[in-house]
Nanobody
Framework: QVQLAESGGGSVQTGGSLNLSCAAS????????MGWFRQAPGKEREGVAIINKGGGSYYATSVKGRFTISRDSVKNILYLQMNSLKPEETAMYYCAADAFVVSGRWFDPAAWGNWGQGTQVTVSS
């Protein structure tokens, strides 16, 4: 079974940066698609950034140009570099993985089958 473990969260000021990591284990075939999602208190979980089996990256409109998703295939680590952070981006950030997710549902949390425990990101004003 796929296991995911996030790390790298913390507290930063508005405009600051953080680099999140997600250590993955299990069959490579079961985690061809990976992504980052976040959930703020009282809000629905939302997709932030996705990397597909071919290595293509896709971003939510709100983070495009500021966040970068990448992966180290040798170390089996997924990263999310976050720059110019805003207070409204305070949330629990989750790593997700699946064997396949149809492109039309990449940003839908319900389409993903494997999740990490999350890491907290707090952006203060």
């Amino acid at each position: 079974q796929v296991q995911l473990a996030e790390s790298g969260g913390g507290s930063v000021q508005t405009g600051g940066s953080l680099n999140l990591s997600c250590a993955a284990s299990g069959p490579t075939s079961s985690r061809g698609y990976m992504g980052w999602f976040r959930q703020a208190p009282g809000k629905e979980r939302e997709g932030v950034a996705i990397i597909n089996k071919g290595g293509g990256s896709y971003y939510a409109t709100s983070v495009k140009g500021r966040f970068t998703i990448s992966r180290d295939s040798v170390k089996n680590i997924l990263y999310l570099q976050m720059n110019s952070l805003k207070p409204e981006e305070t949330a629990m950030y989750y790593c997700a993985a699946d064997a396949f997710v149809v492109s039309g549902r990449w940003f839908d949390p319900a389409a993903w089958g494997n999740w990490g425990q999350g890491t907290q990101v707090t952006v203060s004003s």
